[in-house]
């Protein structure tokens, strides 16, 4: 991935007007996205220190998983 300003991107989603995902959804998500992850690892496409960063961000926003998904593909 290229190099991305974290706070800058944190800013805006903060902006976006969105259903965040409440206690449970957040719960689901954090855990299918360490899957996600783990999955990286066994493929040998284990995420740099700086995805790990924009995806935890993206966990503590509680941005939905198909939003997260549109908003890196701009």
């Known amino acids: ?8 991107l944190r ?4 902006a976006l007007d969105f259903v965040r995902g409440g206690p449970a959804e957040d ?14 690892v066994i493929e040998g496409m284990a995420l740099t220190p700086e995805d790990d960063a ?11 998983p198909a939003l997260a998904t549109q908003i890196l593909l701009r």
């Not at 991935?1 to 800058?8: H, T």
């Not at 800013?11 to 903060?14: A, Q, T």
């Not at 719960?27 to 990286?40: K, P």
């Not at 924009?54 to 939905?64: A, G, I, Q």
Request: avoid cysteine; glycine fraction near 0%.
């Open 27 to 40: 719960a689901m998500w954090r855990e299918d996205d360490e899957d996600a992850r783990a999955n990286l």
């Open 11 to 14: 800013n805006e989603i903060r």
């Open 1 to 8: 991935m290229m190099s991305i300003d974290l706070d800058a």
């Open 54 to 64: 924009l995806f935890d961000m993206m966990r503590d926003e509680r941005v939905p």
